[in-house]
């Protein structure tokens, strides 16, 4: 008997331990601060939005504000990246609006983040949003 509960621990805890984990954003100290004291600037558009979400079972996530955690053990995403994949939909969704940003003196300014999740027994979903304003430089 406790040759077979060890046995079982002993294939259990591999299978426990080789889940996903996400820590959410990065926040990093390589920042650009753009100041917007001239009239330099034209307001392209407000409010402009990028979501993204990701899916696990056997798992929970918890989000406040601009912070996701998740821990689970079976992914049902591939990419899992949401800030990258958030700040991805948030540019198509300005080039649905307004043409391609490339080549344009762009900055996101008042950039807000936002999260929640779905915790369900067995199945967990969290999901991210990014709000920024785009403004184009004139000169």
Request: with cysteine.
């Amino acid at each position: 008997m406790k040759k077979s509960f060890i046995a079982f621990l002993v294939i259990l805890c591999p299978i426990l331990l080789a889940g996903c984990a996400s820590a959410g954003l990065l926040t990093s100290a390589n920042l650009t601060n753009v100041e917007l004291t001239k009239g330099n600037f034209k307001i392209v558009t407000t409010s402009i939005t990028g979501q993204a979400s990701a899916q696990y079972l056997l798992g929970a996530s918890i989000g406040v504000g601009m912070y996701t955690q998740t821990f689970a053990i079976i992914p049902l995403t591939k990419d899992r990246q949401l800030y990258k994949l958030a700040i991805i939909d948030l540019w198509k969704n300005y080039e649905t609006k307004f043409g391609s940003p490339i080549g344009k003196k762009l900055a996101l300014v008042n950039i807000r983040y936002d999260s929640e999740t779905l915790n369900l027994l067995v199945f967990t979903k969290p999901c991210v949003s990014i709000v920024a304003d785009v403004v184009e430089f004139t000169e």
